[in-house]
C-alpha cells in the first residue's frame, strides 16, 4: 500500500496527517515536499500527524529531525500527534522522544503552539 500525506491548516499551524508507512521509499520524500509548501505559504509551524503510521524508519526520523530544524531556522515548531506504540517506541529507542514533542490529544497539540517554547531535557 502506497503511503498517502495529506494537508490541512489548523489556524497558524499546518497539519500533516500520514497514512501508511514513513520510509525512505515511502512517505519521506513526500513528507518533505508537504513542510517546504507550508513553509512557503507563511505557515511555519507543522503537527505531523502519525495516527495512522504504523511505521517508521531511520530515514522517515531523519526526515521528521530535518523538518524540525528547517522550521526552527523560520522561527516555527514541529510536534507530533498520536504516533501508535510502534512508532512510539522507534522514537524512544533513537531518542528523538526527547527533542519532539508528541501529543495524544490534537486540540492541546494545537493550543501549544501558543504557548512559549519550553526547554528540552
Known amino acids: 500500500m502506497a503511503t ?3 494537508v490541512r491548516q489548523d489556524g497558524e499551524v499546518g497539519v500533516i496527517t500520514i497514512v501508511g ?6 512517505g519521506v520524500a513526500v513528507l518533505r515536499e508537504k513542510v517546504r509548501d507550508l513553509v512557503e505559504r507563511g505557515l511555519p509551524n507543522v503537527l505531523v ?6 511505521y517508521i524508519d ?3 526520523v531523519g526526515e521528521l529531525l530535518a523538518a524540525k530544524k528547517s522550521l526552527e531556522r523560520r522561527g516555527g515548531r514541529l510536534k507530533l500527534l498520536k504516533p501508535d506504540r510502534a512508532v512510539r517506541d522507534v522514537l524512544r529507542v533513537s531518542r528523538i522522544d526527547r527533542v519532539l ?7 492541546a497539540a494545537l493550543r501549544s503552539f ?3 517554547r519550553r526547554p528540552m531535557p
Do not use: I
Not at 101 to 107: G, L, P
Open 4 to 6: 498517502w500525506v495529506g
Open 21 to 26: 508507512r514513513l520510509t525512505l521509499f515511502d
Open 49 to 54: 500527524n502519525l495516527a495512522e503510521a504504523p
Open 58 to 60: 531511520s530515514a522517515g
Open 101 to 107: 514533542e508528541s501529543f495524544d490529544d490534537e486540540a
Open 114 to 116: 501558543d504557548q512559549p
